[in-house]
């Protein structure tokens, strides 16, 4: 087994959404060389009865949380995290509302996490005002994939300026497309 430290990526799901619809999206980062956390929301994730879209002003804050808890396992001397986590190698990544969050930890000033180095949006919707300003200087570099056909969050309606745009792809480019060995099919 190899020791790390190793880059970590903290996923956001989207609305409704829990970490399990994201499994081979997952898996492949983790076995590309990634320590992979994904979270789930305690007030949008799949199993409840009564989500609260709401919520998403509070999950910047959730998502960096989560990673500082992340960085004091492996800071630990001994433990399953001990060393793993890289913390000058740090990114989030999320899926729709979960794009908005990952967006917002990495660019707003709202709740910017300076410890993110890189941040991968899909299919992010209308990022939404938090009390910040998206992209103050020293923004970490930021890709942002949205499908061609995706009628939830339709190209237009992001606001990340440019962004790599699949074809034909619906709501979830990248991820409801996966194989099961956790990449594109063709």
């Known amino acids: 087994m190899a020791r790390g430290p190793f880059p970590l990526v903290m996923f956001a799901p989207g609305y409704v959404q829990c970490r399990s619809s994201y499994t081979a999206l997952l898996h492949a980062w983790a076995s590309a060389g990634y320590v992979v956390a994904a979270v789930e929301f305690p007030r949008t994730h799949c199993r409840l009865s009564a989500p609260d879209e709401a919520d998403l002003s509070n999950q910047p804050a959730d998502l960096s949380f989560v990673i500082s808890r992340l960085l004091a396992a492996s800071s630990r001397s001994v433990g399953p995290l001990s060393g793993l986590i890289d913390p000058a190698k740090i990114a989030v990544a999320g899926h729709s509302d979960g794009g908005d969050t990952a967006a917002a930890v990495a660019a707003d000033t709202c709740c ?3 410890r ?71």
Do not use: C, K
């Open 112 to 114: 910017r996490d300076r």
């Open 116 to 186: 993110v180095s890189a941040a991968l949006i899909l299919s992010g919707a209308e990022w939404p005002p938090l009390g910040g300003r998206y992209f103050p200087a020293g923004t970490p570099p930021m890709l942002v994939v949205q499908g061609t056909d995706d009628t939830w969050n339709p190209p237009l309606s992001g606001q990340a300026g440019q962004a790599s745009a699949l074809e034909t792809a619906g709501h979830v480019p990248g991820v409801a497309e996966l194989g099961r060995d956790g990449r594109l099919p063709g």
